[in-house]
């Protein structure tokens, strides 16, 4: 960051903290049922189909979506299925936590501003190439593909809380801030407030720490999730995922 960017952000820098400390902002956290899942598949050996829908069943609208997507055509079989148990095992119970937390976590990205539409359409695709990424990293060194999906799909979280942060600065004090200075106070904040962020969500402490430090110099072989995250995010900025 050079002098003039620092002395521009850092008073914005101090506000975003200030309102998110108070409980001004915040993202609504994602369903208890991420966290149910996951902990019911830690377990591999005690995990079952129909353990995993009863589970998924509390939650209707989730249900409904697992069900369309197992009658999809990428997963479509040759009849069409109406039971929960019979969706989660067509998809790969092992893969419904996936499933279920990027159906949750989509729904941050959405806005009604045509600027900031566009800009959370950039942070999603990066967000799911890391996720995709992180997962086959995972596969390739034995970590847990899963955990390394979900760790890739909210590696960034702490964005878009500075872009709510942002918005009730420009709303409630008349700040009117540039997207230069949006893309600084992001690269400054977003780490720590993800990390904030995910542990009000009792988001595994592994996760939390994958985004809290993915962005590190150094990388610590005693956290090998944030190392795959770290990777992973390379990855899709390679790719043409800036985020
Ligand atoms: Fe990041
Ligand atoms: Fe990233």
């Known amino acids: 960051m050079n002098q003039t960017s620092a002395a521009t952000t850092q008073p914005l820098t101090d506000s975003i903290r200030r309102v998110v400390d108070a409980g001004k902002i915040t ?8 966290n149910r899942l996951m902990e019911l598949l830690r377990d591999q050996d005690s995990a079952s189909s129909r353990k995993v829908a009863r589970l998924v069943g509390t939650d209707p609208a989730v249900a409904a979506t697992l069900l369309r997507w197992a009658n999809s055509a990428a997963f479509g079989g040759l009849h069409p299925i109406s039971d929960l148990s019979l969706a989660i095992a067509r998809l790969g119970f092992r893969q419904v936590t996936s499933a279920v937390t990027t ?24 967000a799911v190439t890391t996720a995709m990424a992180s997962k086959h990293i995972a596969s390739l060194t034995g970590g847990e593909p899963e955990q390394s999906f979900v760790a890739g799909l909210l590696h960034d979280a702490g964005k878009l809380l500075v872009l709510r942060a942002v918005d009730h600065l420009e709303t409630h004090d008349g700040a ?21 962020t995910l542990a009000s969500w009792s988001v595994p402490e592994p996760i939390c720490h994958a985004a809290l430090h993915h962005h590190d110099e150094e990388v610590d072989p005693d956290h090998p999730l944030a190392v795959r995250v770290q990777a992973a995010d390379a990855v899709a900025c390679k790719m043409g995922w800036l985020a």
């Open 27 to 34: 993202l609504p956290p994602l369903p208890n049922l991420v």
């Open 103 to 126: 159906l949750a976590h989509s729904g941050h990205f959405r806005s009604d501003d045509p600027v900031k539409s566009r800009l959370l359409e950039s942070l999603w695709g990066h």
């Open 176 to 196: 009117d801030i540039m997207p230069p200075v949006l893309d600084e106070l992001m690269n400054v904040l977003h780490t720590e407030l993800g990390h904030s």
